[in-house]
């Protein structure tokens, strides 16, 4: 071998390799240069000494030759040398010997006998080394090229320095037209002229400068098949020789045919659902549908709806009805015909939409197809057969189009309900159509379906818009374990309907609740649909658990945005339906959270004025707030506040209108107020009863702003069905977590909970020892629901994911999902608290 490491030549090469000669003693004869550098010894010092000797140990000798084969079972005999050892094949083996600096070198070395040719003459033997690391480098170089090249998943082939083929595997392009044998062929000689000549511009590009080809996606077609061809990832880079000259590039082939056409399906898909997502207009939705899929899936298509559709009918669910069509958008080469064609067409009424026709086709015949649902259905080769013979077996709607061979159509469907249809034809050298393209066509139809039934059901609500505006406000009492609510509306004028007041209560986890009141600025439309964004933001935000004052931090941010995008609607826009009236985005809004277990309420206003406690005395005071700004002025922290209070307590909130009435200023009709609550006895009578009372004498009609009010008298849990333990994070306690809950539940009669809450406390506390660390606090809550809560001082969200097949962790909080009606994690000021809440058994 080569003295260097980095040679990759055969480590056993007869040239320029370490090498000695011994005769049949062990006795070394001759010593080579590379020798030399292999270890560091001189010939003089070497030649004429036993092998033995450059052994790291003498004493080895035999289990070295004992590796050489014949007679290795009986041990070497004394005196015998390497060359006894094994035939004229020779042997390899392994040995330690010792380097000129002392280290000890571990060489992989061949025996090679030696045949003077005299018969009886002493026997003597060559014997090759190189470092055992470098012999086995090249074991593992040969094998891999040896399997590389008997694989079949990818093709690959070796070309020389002219482009052409020395070694190939079998796989290389398993399709019509490639020869068996394609040792010293071009690609030319089997591929097309243009084909051939884009890879071969490549690889000599890869051969001239070295550069690896990476990517390279190209279509390859044969001389004898020559059809739509396959779609190959070319990778390649170049071979070099030992003195670095370029002698001929490696490739490999992969077929990628199948992941390029679904790739375009997958294309085509997300543009039409982008088409279909632009707008809320029945007629631009299917004509933005109809130019997507012309001329990528078919050379015309057309888009029919229901005239019911159009005016926000709902159309009637009997299937077997013929409904009568208006062929709303059509699109492609024979657009014409499709609007004039065969087919009688109506002029749609005015009430319909301007420019399509009417046809009094209906929707595809039943029968065979209400067994399959709402399935397309394809026909073929009609354009082959002779015009009596493909009328009778075509039907009418896919011979619309002249020139057509093959068509497809798929119902557009919604609930169950059929109002339409979608249509494609191809024509001309186009290939025909064929189950792959009618499931694409039967998933855009799927989403069309959608689309569309949303722009009905839109157009119907506007029509009913005040109707439903008092639907966006919650009950108005309510029913928790932490406490009993009673909300009251009153708008400024009945005859406009629902103005921008709203309230709510909101379950957190750990039987917490959320109390919202809220005013958004203005009346009518606007306001009603600026407040039923607000309280949908607050339930969802409140849903994540956030404080306060972060809670309003992240609403006012929204309310920002909604301001933001109000300026820059085009009043010019067709599309936009009828105009909802401007107004300014701002609200106020009060958000308290009340823990019955601590008895704290934290509270944070943003402009919203502060809300009245009755305490069980009956005695009334207003809670000292720091407003905030109201809403969507954006820019401004929001300060909480804490307070903790007596059970049976009466929480007040209420909007402005209540107390800024015209008869005198804040402060007395923060008075006035408080004495309402006073006379309406919120303590001792049903809070839906008092909340009457405390609004009586303020008629709709004489009020200048709507008026809120949300009542709320608080509980507490009781001490007996809360359960608290802290535990150290250590696996082992894992165990005593579970006999801890297991005797609570137990001690509470809730042994149907034992086994599910059992496996659930397992996990929560498993995960916190192992992904936080420090004490933990589980507790255990009774109230209309059984709450597990886990807490420790990491500040990193749990994540639930889909566990491989393979893997054996990672399905924990799948676990505590199913076994829980609902669960999830909160941001505490010491970490974080995964929670798990279970239904109770009926009693």
């Known amino acids: 071998m080569r003295a260097t490491e980095n040679n990759q030549d055969y480590p056993f090469a007869a040239t320029n390799t370490a090498a000695a000669l011994l005769d049949d003693t062990g006795t070394v004869l001759a010593w080579t240069p590379a020798a030399e550098a292999l270890l ?40 015998e040398g390497p060359a006894g050892r094994e035939g004229p094949a020779g042997w390899e083996g392994r040995a330690t010997l010792r380097h000129g600096s002392g280290r000890e070198l571990e060489i992989g070395f061949r025996v090679i006998p030696l045949n003077d040719g005299a018969p009886g003459g002493p026997a003597r033997c060559l014997v090759l080394g190189a470092p055992l690391e470098l012999v086995a480098r090249w074991r593992q170089d040969h094998a891999f090229t040896q399997e590389l090249f008997l694989q079949g998943r990818v093709g690959l082939a070796v070309f020389d320095a002219e482009l052409r083929l020395l070694r190939t595997n079998s796989h290389l392009l398993p399709y019509t037209g490639v020869p068996v044998d394609l040792s010293g062929r071009r690609l030319a000689d089997f591929l097309w002229a243009e084909d051939a000549r884009i890879i071969d511009d490549r690889l000599r590009e890869v051969l001239r400068s070295g550069i690896p080809l990476i990517g390279l996606n190209t279509t390859v077609r044969t001389l004898d098949d020559p059809r739509g061809g396959r779609v190959v990832t070319i990778q390649a880079f170049r071979l070099q020789d030992p003195d670095g000259h370029p002698m001929g590039v490696a490739t490999v082939f992969t ?59 709902e159309p009637p669910a009997d299937a077997t009805l013929t409904l009568p069509l208006i062929r709303l958008a059509v699109a492609g080469a024979e657009s014409a015909a499709l609007r004039t064609g065969s087919t009688r067409f109506e002029p749609p ?52 189009v002249p020139g057509a061979h093959s068509a497809m159509t798929a119902p557009l469907c919604a609930r169950g309900i059929r109002f339409g249809r979608l249509t494609l034809w191809r024509t001309g050298d186009a290939p025909p159509l064929d189950a792959d393209d009618l499931a694409l066509l039967e998933e855009i ?51 406009s309907g629902v103005g921008g007041d709203w309230f709510d209560v909101i379950p957190l986890s750990s039987a917490r609740v959320a109390l919202v009141v809220g005013d958004v600025a203005g009346h009518g439309l606007h306001a009603t649909a600026m407040m039923g964004r607000l309280r949908s933001a607050v339930r969802a935000m409140a849903d994540l658990e956030l404080e306060p004052e972060e809670l309003l931090a992240h609403v006012d941010d929204m309310v920002v945005q909604v301001a933001a995008e109000a300026e820059s609607d085009d ?65 401004w922290p929001f300060e909480p506040v804490e307070r903790e209070l007596a059970p049976g307590s009466v929480l007040a909130l209420y909007s402005d209108g209540l107390i800024e009435r015209g008869e005198g200023d804040i402060d007395q009709g923060m008075d006035d107020l408080a004495d309402r609550l006073r006379r309406a006895d ?70 149907e909970l034992a086994f599910s809450t059992e496996l659930i406390v397992s996990e929560l506390v498993t995960n916190a020892i192992r992904h936080a660390g420090g004490r933990l606090r589980l507790r255990l809550i009774r109230a209309d629901t059984l709450t597990c809560e886990v807490s420790d001082a990491s500040n990193t969200q749990p994540r639930m994911r889909r566990a491989r097949n393979s893997e054996e962790g990672g399905r924990g909080l799948y676990i505590v999902a199913q076994l829980s009606h609902r669960w999830g994690s909160r941001y505490t000021r010491g970490g974080k608290t995964v929670w798990s809440e279970q239904n109770l058994p009926p009693a």
Request: charged content about 25%; aromatic content about 4%; glycine content about 10%.
């Open 40 to 79: 560091d010894r001189r010939s003089a010092d070497v030649c004429g000494r036993p092998a033995r000797d450059l052994l790291a140990d003498p004493g080895s000798w035999e289990a070295v030759l004992a590796q050489g084969g014949p007679g290795k079972q009986e041990g070497p005999k004394d005196g």
């Open 255 to 313: 077929d990628v045919t199948d992941h390029e056409r679904w790739r375009g399906r997958l294309d085509l898909l997300y543009r039409a659902t982008g088409a279909l997502g632009g707008s809320l207009s029945v007629l631009r939705t299917a004509e933005d549908l109809v130019k997507v899929l012309t001329p990528a899936l078919g050379d015309c298509a057309a888009v029919d709806l229901a005239e019911t559709v159009l005016t926000g009918g």
């Open 349 to 400: 009424t005015a009430a319909a939409v301007p420019h399509p026709t009417a046809t009094e086709t209906g929707l595809p015949e039943t029968g065979a197809r209400e067994e399959r649902g709402c399935r397309g259905e394809l026909i073929t080769g009609f354009g082959t057969r002779p015009t009596e013979a493909a009328g009778a077996a075509v039907p009418e709607w896919a011979t619309t």
């Open 445 to 495: 139809a799927a989403r069309a379906a959608a689309a569309v039934d949303n722009a009905r059901r839109y157009t119907k609500e506007r029509r009913t818009a005040v109707g439903l505006q008092r639907s966006l406000l919650p009950p108005a009492t309510s029913e928790r374990p932490a406490l009993e609510a009673a909300g009251l509306y009153l708008p400024a004028d009945a005859d």
């Open 571 to 635: 009043p010019d826009d067709a599309d936009a339906g009828i105009p909802v009236p401007s107004g300014p985005a701002g609200a106020t809004c009060l958000y308290a959270v009340y823990d019955p277990v601590t008895r704290a309420c934290v509270m944070a206003s943003a402009g919203h004025p502060p809300p009245a406690v009755v305490s069980p005395d009956g005695s009334v005071e207003y809670v000292e707030l720091s407003p905030g700004p109201p809403l969507g002025v954006g820019g």
């Open 682 to 751: 919120v303590i001792g009578r049903p809070l839906r009863q008092a909340r009457h009372d405390i609004v009586e004498g303020l008629p709709p009609g004489r009020l200048r702003d709507d008026v809120t009010l949300l009542l709320a008298r608080t509980r507490v849990v009781d001490p007996g069905s809360l359960a608290t333990w802290w535990l150290d994070a250590d696996p082992a306690i894992v165990g005593e977590a579970r006999h801890l809950v297991l005797d609570q539940l137990t001690a509470w009669d809730l042994d």
